[in-house]
């Protein structure tokens, strides 16, 4: 079974950078696109960026472009994902996930293993 482990949340004072790191248990690892989402509360869980199996593609969404950067290093089996300039509507519980998928669309692809999730809340 494929484990999934973030860690790095945390408090975090507006306008300031932090950055998580999702950890991966398979063998497979350098296989596997990976994703990062998140769910504020009180609200649906949305995508927030991944990462290409060969990590020479990436994709964000809209409010993350130009603020967070996706990266892998895949000798550790590890992922990461570096948020600056956060901002209080930041603020929700961070999940990472895995899918073994060789497209260009995986900001929408279903993925198959997911983290149990780590919270940053962005506040004063």
């Known amino acids: 079974q494929t484990q999934l482990v973030e860690s790095g949340g945390g408090l975090v004072q507006p306008g300031g950078s932090h950055r998580l790191s999702c950890a991966g248990s398979s063998s497979l690892w350098r296989y596997y696109t990976i994703g990062w989402f998140r769910q504020a509360p009180g609200k649906e869980r949305e995508v927030v960026s991944c990462i290409s199996r060969s990590h020479d593609n990436t994709l964000y969404a809209e409010f993350a472009k130009g603020r967070f950067t996706i990266s892998r290093d895949n000798t550790k089996n590890t992922a990461y994902l570096q948020m600056n300039s956060l901002k209080p509507e930041d603020t929700a519980v961070y999940y990472c996930?895995?899918?073994?998928?060789?497209?260009?669309?995986?900001?929408?692809?279903?993925?198959?293993?997911w983290g149990q999730g780590t919270q940053v809340t962005v506040s004063s």
């Open positions: 996930a895995a899918v073994d998928y060789t497209g260009r669309g995986c900001l929408t692809v279903e993925y198959d293993y």
